[in-house]
């Protein structure tokens, strides 16, 4: 990269940082406390990922998605999954149209039509309906009968799932969660925090947020993330980062082997990085650390490592693990790496 590269892929990236700093300050006009929370968000989609959000019901996840499409100017649209809802609930229909004097179908777009889709309580649907995102999560389009239709640009599915109360829920198949880029979860708020919800949204509406960015600033930030060079030692902790979580691996701490039923895959591995590269640019850095790595392990992996019963019995679930494997598993050397 030429030295006049250089200075202006850093300038974006002290300007991507700027911006993010922005919409974090306007968002926490609105919501308190989730400082992490919205920073993860912000990274998730910076990476052009899909975000999982896990919370008890209150916690202002659907509030925190709705401030998000202001402060992006993005279209928002907010879909209920329940038991009874049908995959062209989601992706739109063809109708019969006849206002032009001849009976010909036309296509009805869903509401998966928007910048930003938010599926409120996913696991409420059956897997036929959860299965009609799948598409769209993946390659950004739906099909209906024998034509495909491309989603709008920028593109992101944000779910929620309560946690807690699971009588009539469907859990999401595995091919589900491994397409979210994120598992996102929300705790109650510290005492301080929650004395101020009470107190500033019991007195009236709520602020109208200013529009920070426009989607064209979202895909030139996306771009820009993915163009930050990642640095052979970063891959290669990654990499053993990812296969030490296997059982059946070779690098396998005893505790994988004893706890762990499955582990993550290769897609893991490339979340990983990307998350970890947005981390980067939204703290205005060029390089990737590894610090980096460890700051979204949680956030990929906790979807992604399939604990056993064993582990159950234990009271250990997935975050541990991945709190462990961090522990466990060491930077490369420089001897390692010539």
Known sequence: MSSQRETNFAMRLEEFSQNVQAMLSEIGRVIYGQED?????????????????????????????????????????????????????ITGT???????????????????FAHIVLGDEINRTPPKTQAALLQAMQER???V??????????????????????????????????????NIHIDYPQE??????????????????DSIIEGQQ??????????????????EYTTSLIRASRPNSETAPEFISKFVDW???????????????????????????????????????RHRIACNFQAQAEGIDSVQVVHMLIEAVPEPTVEKRE
Do not use: W
């Open 37 to 89: 929370v919205l920073l993860q968000l912000l990274a998730c989609i910076a990476a052009r990922g899909h975000c999982l959000m896990v919370g008890v019901p209150g916690l202002a996840k659907t509030m925190m998605v709705s401030c998000l499409a202001e402060v992006t100017n993005l279209t928002f649209r907010r879909i209920q999954f329940t038991p009874d809802l049908m995959p062209s609930d």
């Open 218 to 235: 979202i895909l030139d930030m996306q771009g820009l993330v993915e163009d930050i060079v990642t640095s052979p030692y970063v891959v």
């Open 145 to 182: 009968g024998q034509k495909t239709y491309d989603l709008p640009h920028p593109f992101f599915v944000i779910a929620t799932q309560n946690p807690i109360e699971q009588e009539g829920t469907y859990p999401l198949p595995e091919a589900q969660l491994d397409r979210f880029m994120f």
């Open 263 to 301: 582990g993550a895959g290769p897609r893991a591995g490339q979340h990983l990085l990307l998350g970890a590269k947005a981390m980067a640019a939204m703290d205005g850095r060029v390089n990737v650390a590894v610090q980096d790595v460890r700051d979204v392990a949680v956030p990929v992996l």
């Open 94 to 112: 063809n109708v019969l149209d006849e206002a032009t004097g001849h009976r010909e179908f036309s296509f009805l777009p869903g509401p998966i």
């Open 192 to 209: 301080e925090v929650e004395q101020k919800i009470l107190s500033e949204t019991t007195r009236g509406a709520r602020p109208r947020l």
């Open 141 to 143: 389009e739906v099909t």
